[in-house]
């Protein structure tokens, strides 16, 4: 969350309920709603690490809101992450080692762990699919993530189904 709310301070300095209401309104509701005490304690952090500044803004009828500043240093680490690739296909995979490690012990048969794993996949999908369905059209962004999420587990059942062939 550091980087998504320096992203949204780089716009212009905001207070915590409007970064939360920012990523509500960016996402929609094909990202988790964040927890604004999460956002709190994250900008706490970044404050400390001198990568946002907070000031002190009196009102009237309220008790006083900080409004934070993405820093230099703030910014220089934002450039670094959107110039970053991001990381690509893992190798290391928890599923994949407790289906070559399970059998090995007698703990687990594969066949019973790729269709645990398949169904678990499968129930995923009828979420995301559920969600597209209550997704406006309109809701480009959240229309993406949705859909990239369900390209994801597509792939994943279709290389469930190659070890299915190859170790079953």
């Not at 550091?2 to 301070?9: D, I, K, S, T």
């Not at 090995?104 to 594969?110: C, E, N, S, V, Y």
């Not at 962004?141 to 070890?163: F, N, P």
């Amino acid at each position: 969350m550091r980087l998504h709310l320096l992203a949204l301070l780089a716009k212009e300095p905001a207070h915590g309920y409007e970064l939360k209401q920012a990523l509500e309104q960016t996402f929609g509701s094909a990202y988790p709603s964040p927890n604004i005490g999460q956002i709190y304690v994250t900008l706490g952090r970044l404050e400390k690490d001198g990568l946002v500044r907070a000031v002190d803004v009196e009102q009237t009828n309220r008790p006083n809101k900080k409004v934070y500043y993405l820093t230099a240093k703030g910014r220089d680490l934002l450039t670094a992450w959107v110039d970053e690739p991001t990381e690509g296909p893992r190798v290391r995979d928890e599923f994949f080692m407790k289906l070559v490690l399970a059998p090995l012990t007698g703990i687990a048969d594969r066949m019973a762990l790729i269709n645990r794993q398949r169904r678990h996949y499968l129930s995923l999908m009828s979420d995301l699919n559920d969600l597209l369905a209550r997704t406006p059209p309109t809701d480009r962004v959240a229309m993406l993530l949705i859909e990239g999420a369900m390209l994801h587990l597509q792939a994943d059942l279709d290389w469930l189904e190659r070890c299915q062939e190859d170790l079953a």
